[in-house]
């Protein structure tokens, strides 16, 4: 039976909160709320919401709020078992049957091939094995083919892992897990039946402002909600990628570097390749908000 060892990862929704903003993930109060309750009912938590709102750097700011090791599972068209959970050295394998004496028979070959010293883990069964405390990120599911949350779903539901030659593998320590979509497709009901759910928007103007002078104390208040009202605007056109909050960060910093104090026309045209990273949502910017080149 999975046992766990695991003290609650935060002791409070509050406290939540506070070690997350020291590690620099300023949180609001579902968000610190539902961190707390993943740890505390050891349940997945499952986050949805735009690219760049930071559902991948919650994960990261709770392992580094919690002293754990984050292992990721980057989700892609195509994933498989072999990527996600495990799969053999065929060639060490190979490499042991010529080695072994000819007399040996088959049932003892196969039972000297199939060892740990043959597994190779992938981060699903890494995550799973650790007696540490350790956080799972699995990155960007819906990315994945319906057929890889069948799988997720034994992860899930029990956490353990089932391998046909050495046999159920159940976690000792279970890991705090956080799935991330950006919700390009619907994930099944089983899955979202086995998580919590928080859903992640861009952040209002006032809590972004405070994020941007968290990541760039040097700029400064007038500049840094100049800013933050600019990102509002582009967010607001149709483009193929909206500004991140990393990239609005990352426009703070340029600002500074460039010793930009006031965020007019010339100042958004020079810099805009900072923040938008498509030819097509450069002239969009520039003839929606009448932009001098």
């Not at 042991?96 to 069964?125: K, V």
């Not at 992640?200 to 002078?213: C, D, F, K, L, S």
Request: charged share 30%; net charge negative; aromatic share 6%.
């Amino acid at each position: 039976m999975t046992t766990s060892t695991a003290p609650t990862w935060f002791s409070s929704p509050a406290e939540a909160a506070r070690r997350l903003d020291a590690v620099g993930y300023l949180t609001d109060t579902p968000t610190a709320t539902t961190a707390y309750l993943a740890g505390a009912l050891e349940k997945p938590l499952l986050l949805e919401g735009p690219a760049g709102v930071g559902k991948t750097e919650l994960a990261k700011a709770v392992a580094r709020a919690t002293g754990a090791e984050l292992i990721r599972l980057q989700c892609y068209e195509g994933l498989d078992e072999a990527r996600a959970l495990y799969e053999w050295n065929y060639k060490k394998q190979l490499l042991r049957i010529q080695a072994t004496n000819a007399d040996q028979d088959w049932e003892q070959t196969h039972d000297d091939i199939f060892t740990d010293e043959f597994l190779l883990t992938r981060p699903l069964l890494t995550a799973i094995r650790r007696s540490e405390p350790t956080v799972l990120l699995i990155d960007e599911v819906d990315k994945t083919d319906v057929e890889v949350e069948g799988l997720l779903l034994e992860i899930l539901s029990d956490f353990q892992v089932t391998i046909p030659e050495l046999g159920t593998v159940e976690a000792v320590r279970r890991p705090f897990v956080i799935l991330t979509s950006n919700a390009s497709r619907e994930l099944s009901e089983a899955v979202k039946r086995r998580c919590l759910y928080l859903h992640i928007a861009y952040p209002e103007a006032a809590r972004e402002t405070e994020i941007v002078r968290s990541h760039v104390p040097e700029i400064s208040d007038r500049l840094a909600g100049q800013l933050v009202a600019m990102i509002g605007r582009l967010r607001e056109l149709e483009l193929k990628k909206a500004p991140s909050i990393a990239e609005s960060v990352d426009w703070a910093r340029t600002l500074v570097a460039l010793q930009i104090g006031k965020l007019d026309d010339a100042a958004v045209t020079r810099t805009l390749g900072v923040v938008l990273k498509h030819h097509s949502d450069h002239e969009r910017a520039i003839r929606e908000l009448k932009l001098a080149r």
